[in-house]
């Protein structure tokens, strides 16, 4: 999978500054995007990023701009930890390009199994209790007092109920496949937990001239986000 696939072509950029053929290849094989869009894309992300990668502090600068009445810090750790598919504590434009052609033009089923990956921090393929607790309670303190004050349940109540819901078999585990059919057939679970949290229409997924900032909030549905 594409994943796995992007340890084979890390450090691939020329040493003009250009995005490499096999990178170019790579993205054109394993997204939605063709040459020109994906060079583009390069094109912004190396601007702010001159060193090829983003941080976990700028990507937090980024995501914080969507929900402003809300602390963002603790969900933004776990999207940042699912971009970062190797683990080495920045995203290169590699990862960036997976991910963002995931979370804006996958189908819902990639969507979802991208979100498992988000929730299952341990990476040991299923998601337990206290994983849910700890995703849900991030997703409250994101969105923050004003959105979540009609609802009174507290997040460690929200968490045990998604968890009571998906866990098909009572084993105390949510698998993927459990998980992405619990929100594949409710609704109301795909626009909680989806990868997609701002609940507004982004228009305009590719903006000439953006940077990478506008870009990101872009598609994640931030349509009010400053540039």
């Known amino acids: 999978h594409t ?5 084979l072509l890390m450090g691939n950029k020329s040493s003009k500054g250009e995005l490499s053929k096999q990178d ?20 912004g992300f190396m601007t702010d990023c001159p060193e090829g990668k ?28 699912t971009f970062d598919s190797d683990r080495n504590g920045f995203i290169d434009f590699n990862e960036f390009m997976l991910a963002i052609d995931v979370t804006s033009s996958g189908s819902p089923e990639e969507k979802l ?30 969105m923050g007092p004003v959105e979540m004050v009609e609802k009174l349940e507290t997040p460690e109540q929200r968490a045990e109920d998604i968890f009571q819901l998906m866990d098909l078999n009572s084993d105390g585990r ?13 609704s109301n679970l795909q626009d909680f937990l989806g990868p997609q949290k701002c609940r507004k ?27």
């Open 201 to 227: 229409s982004a228009a305009g997924l590719i903006i000439t001239g953006a940077t990478t900032a506008a870009r990101i909030t872009t598609v994640l549905d931030c349509a009010d986000a400053d540039a």
């Open 3 to 7: 994943h796995t696939l992007i340890h």
């Open 113 to 142: 199994n991208w979100a498992f990956s988000m929730y299952d921090v341990d990476g040991n393929g299923w998601i337990d209790q206290p994983e849910m607790t700890k995703i849900v309670r991030s997703i409250f303190c994101m």
């Open 54 to 81: 983003l941080s976990k502090n700028a990507f937090l600068k980024i995501y914080s701009k969507c929900f402003p009445t809300g602390n963002a810090e603790e969900f933004c750790e776990h999207v940042f930890r």
């Open 24 to 43: 170019l290849s790579f993205l054109c094989q394993n997204t939605r995007y063709d040459k020109d869009t994906i060079q583009e894309w390069y094109s």
């Open 174 to 186: 949510v698998t993927r496949q459990e998980f992405v059919q619990s929100c594949l057939d409710d």
